[in-house]
Nanobody
């Protein structure tokens, strides 16, 4: 079992930045597959970015603006979000796959509005 705790969401103006964190309850050193998803009101959950091994793939809508990183020493993954747009408003979820089992964070709200 792994618990993932997210933080860093909030209200930001268009063009602003936020960094989301996702901290695991155990070491993520052996985690090869991890990512971020989001769900806007009335829409299905969608992929934001997924990192598998050394490769990260981003949704077209966030390419060049969002960056995934990890700190194994802190058992934490991050999502740096720059140049935020109102359409980025959603609940963001982190996900990690450990021993072929996906684990999800509880979600953190990101609202982009002036």
């Amino acid at each position: 079992q792994v618990q993932l705790v997210e933080s860093g969401g909030g209200l930001v103006q268009p063009g602003g930045s936020l960094r989301l964190s996702c901290t695991a309850s155990r070491s993520i050193f052996v985690v090869n597959n991890l990512g971020w998803y989001r769900q806007a009101p009335g829409k299905e959950r969608e992929l934001v970015a997924v990192r598998s091994g050394g490769t990260t793939n981003y949704a077209d809508s966030v390419q060049g603006r969002f960056t995934v990183s990890r700190d194994n020493g802190r058992s934490t993954m991050y999502l740096q979000m720059n140049s935020l747009k109102p359409e980025d408003t959603a609940v963001y979820y982190c996900m990690m796959v450990l021993l072929d089992t996906p684990y999800w964070g509880q979600g953190t709200q990101v609202t982009v509005s002036s």
